[in-house]
C-alpha cells in the first residue's frame, strides 16, 4: 500500500525548532509533488508547504513563511519540514501527501500517511 510515515514530531517550547520527517513506502518520490498539510482539533486540515519535483520550486503558506523549509531527498525517498521560531498556533497533527502540483487543496492529493504530533507550548 503506497503510503508515507511521518515522524519527529513532539512537544516543543515556544520559539523552539522541530524537523519532520517523511518516509514514502511502496512507491517513489519521483515525478510527484509532496505536500506537508496540517490539521488542528476542530478545524479543517490546510496545506502549510509544498515542493515539486521538476525543479525544486516551493510554495509556503503565508503562517509560515520564513519560518518553515520543506525539503526532498529522493534518493533516501523522504521529505522533510523544517520548522523554527515554533508558535502556538503551530500545534496539529502534521501529514505528507503526494500530488501532481502544488494546489494547496487536500482533495487533491493522496498516499496519506497518518500524520506526527506537534504540541508547542509555553
Known amino acids: 500500500q503506497a503510503q508515507f510515515v511521518e515522524s519527529g514530531g513532539g512537544l516543543v517550547r515556544i520559539g523552539g525548532s522541530l524537523r519532520l520527517s517523511c518516509v514514502a513506502s511502496?512507491?517513489?518520490?519521483?515525478?510527484?509533488?509532496i505536500a506537508w498539510f496540517r490539521q488542528a482539533p476542530g478545524k479543517e486540515r490546510e496545506g502549510v508547504s509544498c515542493?515539486?519535483?521538476?525543479?525544486?520550486?516551493?510554495a509556503y503558506a503565508d503562517s509560515v513563511k520564513g519560518r518553515f523549509t520543506i525539503s526532498r531527498d529522493n534518493s533516501k525517498n523522504t521529505v522533510y519540514l523544517q520548522m523554527n521560531s515554533l508558535k502556538p498556533e503551530d500545534t496539529a497533527t502534521y501529514y505528507c501527501?503526494?500530488?501532481?502540483?502544488?494546489?494547496?487543496?487536500?482533495?487533491?492529493?493522496?498516499?496519506w500517511g497518518q500524520g506526527t504530533q506537534v504540541t508547542v507550548s509555553s
Open positions: 511502496g512507491f517513489t518520490l519521483d515525478g510527484y509533488a
Open positions: 501527501a503526494t500530488g501532481w502540483a502544488c494546489s494547496g487543496y487536500a482533495a487533491d492529493f493522496d498516499s
Open positions: 515542493i515539486i519535483d521538476s525543479d525544486g520550486s516551493t
